[in-house]
């Protein structure tokens, strides 16, 4: 069975940190593109970040930006994403996906997603 699992929300004060992750099973990440997205309630889901199979030039949303850093480690299985300085705008159900194109646009263009990890960021 494919399977997308995300981990590693959580709450959080406003310049705080949390690292997520999201690891496969059923399927080899590392000749996927991977992307984040987001979802804050009553919002549309957004993309955040999203990363090529090779690694190479990683893709930010704007917001983001300097603050969240994307990487891979393909011998895990699994990518994260750091997140830094969160911001209160920043709470949202954080959601991976899979096998689709790392543009940088991140469109939700992706073929397996996780059931999403909560960061809740507030004082």
């Known amino acids: 069975q494919l399977q997308l699992v995300e981990s590693g929300g959580g709450l959080v004060q406003p310049g705080g940190s949390l690292r997520l992750s999201c690891a496969a099973s059923?399927?080899?990440?590392?000749?996927?593109?991977i992307g984040w997205f987001r979802q804050a309630p009553g919002k549309e889901r957004e993309g955040v970040s999203c990363?090529?199979?090779?690694?190479?030039?990683?893709k930010y949303a704007g917001s983001v930006k300097g603050r969240f850093t994307i990487t891979r480690d393909n011998a895990k299985n699994t990518v994260y994403l750091q997140m830094n300085s969160l911001k209160p705008e920043d709470t949202a159900i954080y959601y991976c996906?899979?096998?689709?194109?790392?543009?940088?646009?991140?469109?939700?263009?992706?073929?397996?997603w996780g059931q999403g990890t909560q960061v809740t960021v507030s004082s």
């Open positions: 059923g399927f080899t990440l590392n000749i996927y593109a």
């Open positions: 996906a899979a096998r689709g194109l790392c543009v940088q646009s991140i469109e939700p263009k992706y073929d397996y």
């Open positions: 990363i090529s199979s090779s690694g190479s030039m990683p």
